[in-house]
């Protein structure tokens, strides 16, 4: 806990929001780890490291500015996305996926998707692609957004304030949440092996 604790309250609020702007729209958004990033911020909240008050506002509208950047990128790079060559920080099979999850469950991806890393970064950026109407767009990821930073932040600070020595167990919670915001990938994984 230490370590990690230190180094979030190195990078201070700059570094919450830049974390949860960058995964919302960029590519190399797909390697941060949003949901353990806000829910530890909420558990140092809870003990007065961080202030709520300034976290949830602004930690949703960055969600929410950055899941917009992503959506205007889509639209400005169009279908070359599918055909672009992998890199270091883009795989095609990123896109794949999120395309896959965008065709079971509609509009309703850009809130979904908050949920479910990789995807996260992924789809405001093939709503553009897909042309997605822009106030459709914006409504399904301001209720994303909020619902997400909401929902994660609130996570840690309630468990903080009701848990007595919660952190000494953060590393474990960590990977509680990362196992839980992966499970759909095994889940689709798995269904896909039945179907076979």
Request: hydrophobic share 50%.
């Amino acid at each position: 806990m230490e370590y990690v604790s230190e180094v979030i309250i190195g990078f201070g609020y700059l570094g919450i929001f830049g974390a949860v702007f960058a995964e919302s729209g960029f590519f190399l958004g797909a390697f941060l780890p949003g949901d353990t990033l806000l829910f530890t911020v909420g558990l140092l909240a809870s003990q007065d490291y961080f202030d709520m008050k300034i976290l949830l506002p602004l930690a949703a509208l960055c969600a929410i500015l950055g899941d917009n950047f992503g959506y205007y990128f889509g639209r400005k790079v169009g279908p070359k996305i599918f055909t672009r060559e992998d890199s270091f920080l883009f795989r095609r099979s990123h896109v794949q996926k999120t395309k896959a999850f965008y065709d079971r469950h509609g509009k309703k991806t850009i809130i979904l998707a908050r949920f479910v890393p990789i995807i996260r970064t992924f789809a405001p950026i093939l709503a553009g692609v897909g042309g997605m109407e822009y106030k459709t767009f914006f409504l399904f990821n301001v209720i994303g957004g909020v619902g997400w930073t909401a929902s994660m932040l609130l996570a840690g600070y309630i468990l903080g304030n009701f848990i007595p020595g919660l952190e000494r167990y953060l590393e474990w919670i960590i990977l509680g949440i990362i196992a839980l915001s992966v499970s759909p990938f095994f889940i689709e994984w798995w269904r896909s092996r039945r179907t076979k």
